[in-house]
């Protein structure tokens, strides 16, 4: 019988998985890491990995993926404050959740954004995040109304400073709480919004109460 997606014992095994890639990626390269060493670090047979997985290529693109959508589901809020019909919300991105989820993550998100060897999660999440701030920014904006800066730079610069500064953070080994983290980049983005950045507001603060409660 067909296991259904959602069902609690696909949820260990896929979180066994991912956890036991994400424990040798520290220590070896992707190309080293067989299907094998994966399953044997799980605790799991070779059988049930390709129950649910082609091969090795195909689980590392699934779990990076489930990665990525795990964060984004946590950190991406519906906004009630904005000047919008109030038939339509907006999804901005909570700093707050975004910290503290990294925070709690801390060793997969440390191997995936500060290894030479996984440049191509920094891709995936830099991507996500500029596809976030592109939709954010065609919600808001006014159409009639020409930017002073190209939408392209204005998410080029934003996001990678917001990705930078996270990779700095791990790598620092998380001096600053996610709670100060949150306040310092809120203070930051605040000039940007006072400079008239027009997606500067996609990003919000903990103390937003139109948002969350914190």
């Not at 390269?29 to 997985?53: C, M, N, P, W």
């Not at 500029?130 to 904006?141: G, H, I």
């Amino acid at each position: 019988m067909a296991v259904n997606k959602t069902d609690p014992r696909v949820i260990k095994t896929r979180n066994s998985l991912r956890k036991a890639l994400v424990y040798l990626m520290r220590r070896e390269k992707i190309e080293d890491i067989s299907v094998q060493k994966i399953t044997e670090t799980a605790s799991i047979t070779r059988g049930t990995f390709y129950l649910h997985y082609k091969d090795k290529h195909d689980f590392i693109k699934s779990a990076i993926k489930e990665i990525l959508d795990d964060f984004f589901d946590e950190v991406m809020v519906d906004s009630r404050d904005l000047s919008l019909s109030t038939e339509r919300t907006v999804q901005v991105f909570s700093v707050n959740k975004a910290f503290r989820y990294i925070e709690n993550n801390a060793d997969v998100f440390d191997v995936l954004l500060n290894s030479e060897k996984t440049d191509f999660f920094y891709e995936q999440m830099y991507d996500r995040l500029a596809n976030c701030l592109t939709d954010y920014y065609e919600t808001v904006s006014d159409s009639q109304k020409q930017s002073s800066v190209p939408l392209q730079l204005q998410v080029s610069f934003i996001d990678s400073a917001f990705l930078g500064l996270v990779r700095h953070w791990l790598m620092d080994g998380m001096i600053y709480t996610a709670h100060y983290m949150t306040q310092s980049v809120e203070k930051m983005f605040n000039q940007f919004n006072s400079a008239n950045v027009a997606i500067a507001g996609f990003f919000v603060g903990g103390k937003d109460s139109a948002l969350e409660d914190v």
